[in-house]
């Protein structure tokens, strides 16, 4: 409530978090699994005296490195500048909770940065054994920032005991933390696996070589889509409460999950019969597709993980906007628009007009406010876009867009709009609970009824009632 909204309009700025997420989260799995991948086949190209092997994996390391140092830690910039501007409150908790790890975290991101750029620039310049150590280096502070920043993302979801006991360490080991560790671990593995063969099947003209990358590739991507499911099945067990109603109750979220599972087994039945029993059946086109199901599945687990938290951004600690649970009731008495400086101004700015909102002491005097938009549509529409967009935008855009709620209200009269808004957490026990006095909600109310679209016709009650 102490910070400014950042208006996305259509997609909002929750989804554009996710998207910029989703495609960060494919690349720095990569860099996890793609890392292991290099410190182990580079050894075993050393010791077997592989030359056309060891040319591979240079050219390998080239588009790893591109892809995972300068795209993955763009997106990963991206991440935390969203974030920031879209779930402030959010933020603030994980920075303030989980500082040492942030730091433990940095030094380890700047260990892999080094070790990626000595294993590739110093390549046929460092003796065997010290060109494999780095390698290793690099896998083992790759999966230890994994290990991390899955430690800070699994609390959003379930953060245990920690609203008790405001530690660190109970935080970082919630209930979430081993099964989504073991789910990442296994993607990483999985999706650097599907990588490599994509990108082998486009530049190795050498059959006896790509053979070779194949089978000895099939082993960690097996293994990979069968720790995605155990860790998966975890996930789901150690779900909270509202998380678990929420992906019951949602039939879309239902049908991903099923997709989810399905296209893990697809990939883990082409694996098993292609790569792993049939090595000469992976074209470029087997390769597409296999990384295609791979990704799919991957994509639909980051979406579901992210959707069930609802009505929660932190699972009992920050709701979905911005607010605090144990801060509702206070805003109730108070006045949402009261609490916040940034919706304050909006009503200190409003056009000069008939019945001042503001008192002489700065306070919002919130029955001249109620007067005065309902006599002023341009009150109305201003002030009424302060409530949406700070209560309700996290999740809603307004009238077209992600989840817009006009489609949503369509045809609602104003009685059904302000039992709505006063009793969100009823109407969807995973919404948040209106945070604001019965005059704001009213008038919220009134402004949702302006902008919704009528009944569609032949849905209108004259109509019904003639047939």
């Known amino acids: ?273 292609g790569p792993y029993r049939n090595p000469g059946w992976m074209s470029p086109g087997f390769a597409l597709a296999l990384c295609l199901f791979g990704v799919a599945a991957f994509s639909t687990g980051e979406f579901v993980r992210e959707a069930v938290r609802k009505p929660y951004v932190i699972y009992n600690v920050v709701l979905g906007n911005q607010i605090a649970p144990e801060h509702v009731q206070k805003l109730r008495r108070r006045g949402f628009l009261e609490a916040n400086p940034w919706t304050k101004a909006v009503i200190a700015e409003l056009p000069a007009g008939q019945g001042s909102p503001l008192l002489d002491g700065g306070r919002i005097d919130e029955r001249a406010l109620l007067e005065r938009t309902e006599k002023d549509p341009d009150a109305l529409r201003v002030v009424g876009q302060a409530l949406f967009q700070y209560h309700c935008n996290d999740c809603h855009a307004l009238e077209r867009g992600y989840s817009a709620v006009g489609p949503m209200i369509r045809g609602r009269d104003l009685d059904m709009n302000f039992a709505l808004v006063k009793h969100l957490e009823k109407a969807h026990f995973f919404m948040p609970p209106w945070a604001g006095t019965e005059d704001e909600a009213l008038i919220l109310a009134r402004y949702l009824t302006e902008i919704a679209p009528p009944r569609p016709r032949g849905m209108d009650p004259i109509y019904l009632e003639k047939q």
């Open 1 to 273: 409530m102490e910070y400014p909204w950042w208006y996305v309009p259509h997609l909002t700025s929750p989804m554009l978090i996710a998207a910029i997420a989703v495609v960060h989260v494919l690349v720095s799995h990569y860099a996890v699994g793609g890392g292991l991948f290099l410190a182990v086949e580079t050894r075993f190209a050393y010791q077997s005296n592989d030359t056309a092997y060891l040319d591979y994996l240079r050219r390998h390391a080239r588009f790893f490195i591109l892809l995972t140092v300068v795209w993955g830690a763009i997106t990963g910039v991206g991440i935390w500048w969203t974030i920031g501007l879209a779930s402030p409150t959010a933020t603030e908790v994980l920075i303030r909770t989980f500082v040492f790890g942030w730091a433990t975290e940095y030094v380890f991101f700047v260990l892999e940065i080094l070790a990626a750029f000595a294993f590739y620039y110093y390549w046929g310049r460092l003796s065997e054994k010290v060109h494999v150590t780095i390698g290793w280096i690099y896998a083992a502070a790759a999966w230890i920032s994994l290990v991390l920043i899955t430690g800070i993302t699994a609390f959003m979801l379930n953060p245990g005991g920690w609203p008790d006991h405001r530690s660190f360490w109970v935080g970082f080991l919630n209930p979430q933390f081993v099964p989504q560790t073991i789910a990442r671990t296994g993607g990483a593995l999985l999706l650097s696996s599907l990588y490599v063969y994509l990108h082998a099947s486009l530049v190795i003209q050498d059959r006896r070589l790509y053979h070779l990358l194949v089978m000895r590739s099939a082993r960690p991507a097996l293994w990979g889509a069968v720790l995605i499911t155990v860790g998966g099945i975890g996930w789901f067990v150690y779900l909270p409460e509202s998380a678990r109603a929420a992906l019951e109750s949602a039939a879309v979220l239902t049908v991903l999950v099923v997709i989810i599972f399905a296209l893990t087994a697809v990939v883990f039945v082409l694996l098993y019969l």
